[in-house]
Structure formats: C-alpha cells, structure tokens
C-alpha cells in the first residue's frame, strides 16, 4: 500500500528546522503560570517581535479575569521577563494596555 509517497512500514521523519531566537523565547515565556493577587494566572504569549537589541511581546494573562499587553524588553533572561510581567499584572488595572510597557 502506498500513501503520501511512502510505503507502509517506512519511517518518515520530519524536516529539521532551525529555531529562532524569538521560538526560544516563546518556547520559554508561553504556558507560564505566574502567581499574583493570590491568583495563579497563565501566561499566554500572542507574539513576538525583535529590532536590534529591543523585544516586543504581545502577552495575555488568564486568571480570576483576563489582561493583556504589548511589552517591551531589551536582552533579558525569560526568567527576568516573567518576574518583570508578575510585577506589572500586580500593579497593573484590570483593563488591556494600549502602549507598550517597558520592562
């Protein structure tokens, strides 16, 4: 039997890709649960995007309610970026950011 240009019985193995380093960021920030406001709140990364030495994220947060917003990083560590966004999600108002927040 033949399908999709194979036989049965033939291990196909996928491309190999290279990562970005915005995929190494997702990878790193995306499905996060931080804690704040006695809440723990997931960490949902819409994208990402870099020029030069700035990263912008697009990130909602999913907790007793949901807030998002654009934020704006220079060459941080994942880790120092979520610690940066729990502070932001603790002080922030509940409603989403129309300016980027620089962290």
Do not use: Y
Not at 20 to 38: K, S
Not at 46 to 72: A, K, L, M, Y
């Amino acid at each position: 039997m033949e399908s999709a240009n194979h036989s049965v019985g033939q291990a196909s193995f996928p491309h190999a890709f290279n990562l970005t380093p915005a995929d190494e960021w997702f990878a790193a920030i995306d499905g996060q649960t931080v804690r704040c406001r006695d809440f723990e709140w997931h960490v949902q990364v819409f994208g990402i995007h870099n020029s030069g030495s700035r990263w912008w994220f697009q990130v909602g947060f999913d907790g007793p309610n949901q807030v998002s917003g654009t934020f704006e990083a220079g060459q941080d560590r994942p880790a120092k970026v979520l610690d940066a966004l729990t502070d932001w999600l603790e002080t922030t108002e509940e409603t989403p950011s129309r300016i980027p927040i620089l962290l």
